[in-house]
């Protein structure tokens, strides 16, 4: 149950509720101020709400909702779609009531958002609802959390303004950090750099798996003709299943050692929880190569294996003939002679892998010179061919 109070109204009149139920007789069974409130059906049967001013006198300009947190009529409440980010208003005195299906266990990553250029200083306010609990377990404002789920059932999701006046215009979206098997997160390939945005209390949620000792490269950044001060931040949550970040980035490149086997998750959000923001994330690995998806073809080039070619693969090619990073390269038994890294990485078809191969790659790459030798076409940078000596 929720009520709210015109902030526009003239006086300090507040509205009162009070709830008669089949066998209160003539006293409320329940009377709330403006506010979100609960309240435990014991009896079936008609129940009345009477609405009125505190003190009786000028009246009071009012909203009022209700819902049902457990039980109740059907089709009352919405489903709430994981990883799908609504953006809604609740207008005065309003509730927006969403439902979800959930295992104990489950760990959830919640992201409420509210509209920067909204008038008045409403926050948005979500109350998560457990199966068979009256009360709120959890009650979140503007942010983000995450929220670990101790019973299996349907879970309630309400959100309202903190203030109960005018209303609130917010965004949401949840998504499972634990199991993997819930989720609805897509996969991020190593080497593979995603430019996008994330909505209004949104978040986008990214898994990788990562091997113990390896090292991690991240790289977030914002996109500069975006308007606002917000900023990407970036969450690394391992494997551990209590969904807590390992490490939370900003825009930057940064190194990360993975302490354990297993699922990784990169999490974006906006870092004031507000209109959203622009921008790009990659990552790769500092100590080993990219595994491209495509074992069977390869693209011309392609030195760090992440099935395009780009600078990175020039990077690749110099860091491994002058710093030993990576200390391989893709093909055969990894070494600079193999077959088939000759034929993948040979650029100027001399039979070597040296500095000129690296110099010709840019080229290609920068200046629209001439293509790898076993590219499809002048200007492919994507397209697989099977290359001899590099299944």
């Known amino acids: 149950m929720t009520i709210g109070r015109n902030p526009a109204q003239f006086g300090s009149q507040q509205p009162i509720v009070e709830l008669f139920s089949p066998t209160s007789g003539v006293t409320p069974a329940q009377q709330w101020g403006r506010g979100a409130h609960q309240f435990l059906v014991t009896a079936s049967g008609a129940h009345v709400l009477k609405v009125h001013d505190d003190d009786q006198a000028d009246a009071v300009a009012y909203g009022l909702e209700y819902n049902w947190v457990q039980g109740g009529e059907s089709g ?24 979800l299906n959930a295992e104990a266990g489950d760990i959830l990553s919640v992201a409420i958002g509210r509209f920067s250029a909204q008038f008045g200083s409403q926050q948005p306010v979500l109350d998560l609802f457990a199966p068979g609990d009256v009360n709120p377990i959890a009650t979140l404002s ?21 203030e109960m006046s005018d209303g609130v215009t917010y965004g949401l979206t949840y998504n499972w950090l634990h199991p993997a098997a819930r989720a609805c997160r897509p996969q991020l390939g190593c080497g593979m750099r995603i430019e996008t945005s994330v909505a209004l209390g949104g978040q986008d949620v990214y898994e990788f798996q990562g091997l113990k000792s390896d090292i991690l490269t991240v790289a977030l950044g914002r996109h500069p003709a975006q308007f606002g001060t917000q900023q990407p931040i970036a969450d690394l949550i391992g494997p551990t299943g209590d969904g807590v970040p390992l490490e939370s980035y900003g825009p930057g490149t940064y190194q990360f050692e993975i302490p354990m086997d297993g699922p990784y998750i990169l999490r974006v959000h906006d870092d004031d929880m507000g209109d959203g923001v622009a921008y790009s994330l990659s990552y790769a690995w500092i100590n080993r190569l990219c595994n491209c998806a495509e074992v069977t073809e390869k693209v011309p080039g392609d030195c760090n294996q992440d099935c395009v070619l780009d600078l990175s693969d020039a990077v690749c090619l110099f860091g491994f003939l002058f710093l030993g990073v990576p200390d391989r390269l893709p093909c055969g038994k990894s070494e600079r002679r193999d077959p088939g890294n000759i034929n993948l990485l040979d650029w100027q078809s001399d039979g070597e892998i040296d500095i000129s191969d690296g110099v010709v790659c840019l080229n290609f790459l920068f200046l629209g010179e001439a293509a790898h030798p076993l590219a499809v076409v002048g200007n492919e940078s994507t397209g697989k061919v099977v290359v001899e000596g590099c299944p």
């Open 76 to 99: 009352c409440r919405e489903d709430l779609d994981c990883g799908n980010n609504l953006q809604r208003n609740v207008p005065l005195g309003g509730q927006d009531v969403y439902e």
């Open 142 to 162: 503007q942010g983000l959390a995450q929220l670990a789920l101790s019973k299996s059932g349907t879970y309630v999701f309400r959100v309202h303004d903190d």
